[in-house]
């Protein structure tokens, strides 16, 4: 199994731009990025000195999420958001060029939380063509655009909840780079049986991210089968890698002991 660590929510104790050294200091190859930048469009030098971090650390980029708009103050994407898609489609071409740039073939695409008074099937329609464009760009560079579900009780305006509700996302926009992200944590929170979507579902996964539930802290935490969930992604012949996507119990670089069990 390959795993990868999500500088966004692991390592926070050092800047960014210290956090891929750290990761490969404790064993692992990749690294994974909700987008970093405050705006869709940094400077140029910005982007250079976070590809050179990454590439002086001397591991890959995994994943990079496009920009999601200002996740701290509860934005949860753009790709639905009428106030948020110009911004989305400036980001379109900075996120895939610096994933290009750093050989990273997964990108997500969140969706975005519900507007008060905007019809669900506008957001739905602005979703799909916001989509769409997205998967066109990355297609050039070889990368696949990943949809999410995310759990209604700590996102409650988020409305793709489910594994159900992103194929549908991605049966409507129709792209053949588009496939699911597997955030197993997320699922598992709304009661979903991870195993069952592995078994049955796991050729339409794009990525796979793993945090304990409850808690979402490390695999051991909480009360999810982690080692019955490596077996089966195993059995089923998943190759990707899995985005360690856990707020860690203690300090990052300590919270790696579950990987030995």
Known sequence: MKFDVNLSILFTELPLLERPAAAAKAGFDAVELWWPFDGPVPEQRELDRLQRAIE???VRLAGLNFDAGDMAAGDRGLLSRPDGSARFR??????????????????NALYGNRVPGEPAQAQRELALSNLSLAARAAAGIGATVVVEAINSHE?????????AAAFEVIDEAGAPN??????????HRMGEDVIALIDTHSARFGHVQIADDPGRGQPGTGAMPYKQIFERLEAVGYRGHVGLEYRPVGASAESFAWRNG
Not at 90 to 107: F, K, P, Q, S
Not at 155 to 163: A, G, K, Q
Not at 178 to 187: E, R
């Open 90 to 107: 400036a980001n379109i071409d900075v996120a895939v060029g610096l994933a290009g740039a750093l050989g990273c073939r997964v990108l």
């Open 155 to 163: 996102n409650p305006h988020y409305p793709i909840w489910s594994s």
């Open 178 to 187: 588009l496939a699911f992200l597997a955030d197993l944590y997320h699922l």
């Open 56 to 58: 002086d650390a001397g």
